[in-house]
């Protein structure tokens, strides 16, 4: 019951997510319809404020401080789009800069006070320094300057569409473990075997601009090994000289069994090690007997990757 309540408010909060970054992008284009720009940038506040409430329900019972952060958040946003709504455009748009200002400051503060690194602090610093700037920019835009002001929404509607990008990004990646895939990376020497293939895309690449027209620069060249290593296939660009296409075929075969062969192990590995671990974590879980445990034919490669990669985590805790 507990996996399927934060699925559905992770979904929330995706979807206001999702609206919101859709809605800023269309800031980004410059409508030139007033009220469509003025409630637009509304729908975007409502859309921040909801889903910072939804990630503030679910970090509540596991992290009190991101539980505040977003909470605040919330509120902020919300106060502005309610306040936004009810005057005009122009004034609309100063409150928008004033709003969108006070919570990269609140933000960053609780960051500040979260984290005491010395790294993050100046960071932080240079960010609310710059947030005061952006909330100066509704005094300094008056009379024949004006315009500036609805310029300057193109500088906030990237820093929200980055902001949802982010967030949409680590919602999409929360439940990988990042530092078991770099530990898989490692012992599997699949990085080694990427940069061959990698030294091999450049190579065919600086070949075929000698070979082909329709390659006259190294990134056209890039762009077409790319697309033939991905199985993409995009037909903008196409190999006509005997060498292109034997080069062509090479690379194919190469990245197909390279990318299928690598991508395949790092899987195996990954899920296995995750399963130890989560087991291992779990209090609840009654390990079951030895005696009565089927034989499993595991590789012994697979095996000393997976028992190197655990002994790693188990040394690092």
Known sequence: MKISKNSRLKTDEVLMLFGAMILSIKLLTGSGVAVSLKYTVVVVFASLGISDIVRAMRMKPTDK???IRYTGLAAIFLAGGITMSITDTVTSVRLLYVFYGISLIYSRVVSIIKRRKAFVIIRDVVFILASMMLM???KAAVGEN???LFEGLILISLGITIQTFVRLLGISMSQIRFDILKRIFIRSMAAEVFLGLLILIVSFSLVLMSFEESMSSFGDALWYCF????TIGFGDITATSLIGRVLSVVLGIYGIVVVALITSIIINFYSE????????DDPDHEKPDDSEKPEQDIPAEQQSVTDSIIEDEENNS
């Open 136 to 138: 100066l920019v509704p």
């Open 65 to 67: 401080m991101e539980f």
């Open 146 to 148: 004006e315009p500036v």
């Open 227 to 230: 697309a033939i290593v991905t």
């Open 273 to 280: 090690t995750k399963d130890v671990r989560m087991t291992d």
